[in-house]
């Protein structure tokens, strides 16, 4: 199993970015939903559905603050338990000597058409000597 590091595991990742979206959304819709109440209260022109409503988004937030508030908690939890556990060391590999390699010799295709052109030594008894023979005279 291939051993990654925490902060580019894509699940921990997520996490923590979630945790810190729901801690700003909750926070975000928490203190807005509280400052509506509170001001509409003071000034004595607060409904029933400031009031009300209110405190429903408030719990909302609340709730949704404190989720955030449990991942990176759990973040951490696993950022130190991942510290905790020991690491494999690495492997020492002895240094490779390119000296002591012999380079073999590279086949070209031009190498292979040249080749190509030497032909076989050709009996003189064969019909294909006379002809081979006449056009070289």
Sequence with gaps: MKKTSLFRS?????????SLAGIGVGG???TRQIGAMTSALL???????????????VMLG??????GVIGLLLALALAAAKALI???????VE??????QQESPVVDATDLEETSDVT???EEDSPTASVGAASAR
Aim: net charge negative.
């Design 28 to 30: 975000w819709l928490s």
């Design 86 to 92: 020991p690491q494999p060391k690495p492997e020492t």
């Design 62 to 67: 609340a709730v949704v603050l404190g989720a």
């Design 43 to 57: 000034d004595g022109t607060a409904t029933g559905v400031e009031v009300y409503a209110g405190q429903s988004w």
């Design 95 to 100: 240094p490779i000597d390119w000296t002591a």
């Design 120 to 122: 076989a030594p050709v």
């Design 10 to 18: 894509v699940p921990y990742l997520l996490l923590v970015l979630l």
